[in-house]
């Protein structure tokens, strides 16, 4: 059963609101989910001082599965409170633990928020719940999922990865992956067509050109 309820039409918006849920046998399970503007933007990095994330775990690549995990929020009105991280399978068994949050320096770092370094679990599906307040004391949450690849999956492409699982990427190249070729004076890497022909292709002033050498 779905129970919708147009927030905007509701004068006593910012109030706790309760649902009670009575079954006649057997249990039931209540999931409320709320439409907002409200955008939390995870990421990962071994290095705490970073500002260069990654947008997935990347530990099951590495041989040392600590990571950090950064959030960025829209605005100061926005604070992350605390973070719960673990594996998560469809049946909802959840097995989460809390990980300390910590601000960073809203001036200098785009990802205005970074956790102690923590233990990435290594199941295939991972579930992160972060817990926040925004400047009037309205309480919210956010639930993220992250699937696991297995090492030829998220390979880096022409790189190596460190201890870590992160991709250390050969001259030329960046990217999560290692495959965004950086192009000189300007120019737009193109990404599709570099993996198709295996080269380096940048695009400038209505010219596509080849800077790998081959």
């Known amino acids: 059963m779905t129970l919708a309820v147009d927030l905007s039409e509701v004068k006593r918006l910012a109030e706790a609101w309760v649902l009670t849920v009575k079954t006649t046998s057997g249990q039931c399970r209540v999931q409320a989910r709320v439409i907002s503007p409200l955008t939390v933007l995870p990421g990962f990095t ?19 599965n600590q990571t950090y995990a950064a959030f960025r929020v829209p605005s100061t009105d926005f604070v992350v409170s605390s973070v719960e991280q673990g ?24 990802y205005q928020y970074i956790t102690t370094k923590f233990q990435m679990s290594s199941a295939a599906l991972v579930k992160m719940r972060v817990f926040g307040n925004t400047s009037t004391n309205f309480r919210f ?74």
């Open 46 to 64: 071994s290095n705490a001082n970073t500002d260069y994330v990654a947008s997935s775990p990347f530990t099951a690549r590495g041989s040392d």
């Open 87 to 110: 594996s998560s399978n469809v049946n909802g068994d959840d097995k989460l633990y809390s990980v300390e949050v910590r601000p960073r320096d809203e001036n200098t770092c785009s």
């Open 141 to 214: 949450q956010r639930a993220f999922f992250f699937s696991q690849f297995n090492n030829t999956a998220t390979a880096c492409d022409g790189g190596r990865a460190n201890q870590f699982g992160e991709c250390i990427c050969p001259e030329g190249y960046s990217g999560e992956y290692c495959d965004e070729p950086i192009c000189d004076n300007g120019a737009m890497p193109i990404k599709h067509l570099s993996i198709i022909l295996n080269s380096k292709l940048c695009f400038n002033a209505n010219r596509i050109f080849d800077t790998s050498g081959t």
